[in-house]
């Protein structure tokens, strides 16, 4: 069983900045990979980014490329979304994913977070 908690969610204005966190325990958190969704309303939950569990492969969704930034700390059994010029469209519900396939770019979740809330004003 793995447990993951999100921080970090809250309102900013177009084209700031917010930093992600989400802290995992139950495993051993490098032998698995971890990914960032979202859900905006009335909208199905989506793939943001994906990172291996040695953070060697990475891979983002064509709408965040070059703008977020997926990392982690497996001393701290720690997954980061760096996120940078935000838009109102970045709107949304954000949870972060654990997959036991630790090779894993593209995450196919076993295990889910509860969501952090991320509003962009315009």
């Known amino acids: 069983q793995v447990q993951l908690v999100e921080s970090g969610g809250e309102l900013v204005q177009a084209g700031g900045s917010l930093r992600l966190s989400c802290t995992a325990s139950?495993?051993?958190?490098?032998?698995?990979?971890m990914g960032w969704f979202r859900q905006a309303p009335g909208k199905e939950r989506e793939f943001v980014a994906g990172?291996?569990?040695?953070?060697?492969?990475?891979r983002y969704a064509d709408s965040v490329k070059g703008r977020f930034t997926i990392s982690r700390d497996n001393a701290k059994n720690t997954v980061y979304l760096q996120m940078n010029s935000l838009k109102p469209e970045d709107t949304a519900v954000y949870y972060c994913?654990?997959?036991?396939?630790?090779?894993?770019?593209?995450?196919?979740?076993?295990?889910w977070g509860q969501g952090t809330q991320v509003t962009v004003s315009s």
């Open positions: 994913a654990a997959d036991l396939r630790a090779y894993r770019t593209s995450i196919i979740p076993n295990y």
């Open positions: 139950g495993r051993t958190f490098s032998n698995y990979a």
């Open positions: 990172i291996s569990g040695s953070g060697a492969s990475i």
